[in-house]
Nanobody
Framework: VQLVESGGGSVQAGGSLRLSCAVSGDTAGYFCMGWFRQAPGKEREGVAAIDSGDGSTYYDISVKGRFTISQNTAKNTAYLQMTSLQPDDTAMYYC???????????????????WGQGTQVTVS
């Protein structure tokens, strides 16, 4: 399974960005797609996840109401729409997946087996 993120960039505070994650490979069956971020000197944290089966979504409290995760199963692509961005949102953003249903939350990064290379988001 391969994941490729795109859509990062630089934006002013209050702005918006949409990240995409293209998934390829053997993803037959259910899977949980998550978005994580890691700022310099900080631990990687989960921000959102979506279940491929029923579309249930999960968010970290820090982004709830500002970020929206979605998926296009026909295109095997997941998205993270980010609005009202703040400097604290500056980080490398990663999409990740594991081949099972989401477990009622974004979950720990160790749960996710496959990772993209990351895309940088900078908010000034």
């Amino acid at each position: 399974v391969q994941l490729v993120e795109s859509g990062g960039g630089s934006v002013q505070a209050g702005g918006s960005l949409r990240l995409s994650c293209a998934v390829s490979g053997d993803t037959a069956g259910y899977f949980c797609m998550g978005w994580f971020r890691q700022a310099p000197g900080k631990e990687r944290e989960g921000v959102a996840a979506i279940d491929s089966g029923d579309g249930s979504t999960y968010y970290d409290i820090s982004v709830k109401g500002r970020f929206t995760i979605s998926q296009n199963t026909a295109k095997n692509t997941a998205y993270l729409q980010m609005t009202s961005l703040q400097p604290d949102d500056t980080a490398m953003y990663y999409c990740a997946t594991f081949l099972s249903r989401c477990r009622n939350g974004v979950g720990h990064s160790g749960t996710y087996k496959y990772w993209g290379q990351g895309t940088q988001v900078t908010v000034s």
